[in-house]
């Protein structure tokens, strides 16, 4: 069993930044590739980026290249997302998820976190 609990979501302005934060526990947390994805209001949920178990390979969605970078703490339990250039359109609640990388691409996960919201106004 696998728990993630999400922090440093907010409300920022179109231009700013927030950076999440991933705290995870359970035995087997370093077997797993760890991803962030999001659900804007009405729309399904999209996956935004994910790291290898080692941290040697990331992915992330074309909407976010650039802007978004996805880290991992192994020693720490911890992982994190920089958010940069923030949009109206990353407006969502965010949720860490743990699961294959390729499994995380595909839009699925093995275990997720309840979330934290992120508001970008104009």
Known sequence: QVQLVE????????GGSLRLYCAASGRTFSSYAMGWFRQ????????????????????????????????SDRATNMVYLQM???KPEDTALYYC???????????????????TQVTVSS
């Not at 922090?7 to 179109?14: D, E, N, W």
């Open 7 to 14: 922090s440093g979501g907010g409300l920022v302005q179109a």
């Open 84 to 86: 940069n250039s923030l």
């Open 40 to 71: 804007a209001a009405g729309k399904e949920r999209e996956f935004v980026a994910g790291i290898s178990w080692s941290g040697s390979s990331t992915d992330y969605t074309e909407s976010v290249k650039g802007r978004f970078t996805i880290s």
């Open 97 to 115: 998820a743990a699961g294959g990388l390729t499994q995380l691409r595909s839009g699925d996960y093995v275990y997720r976190g309840q979330g």
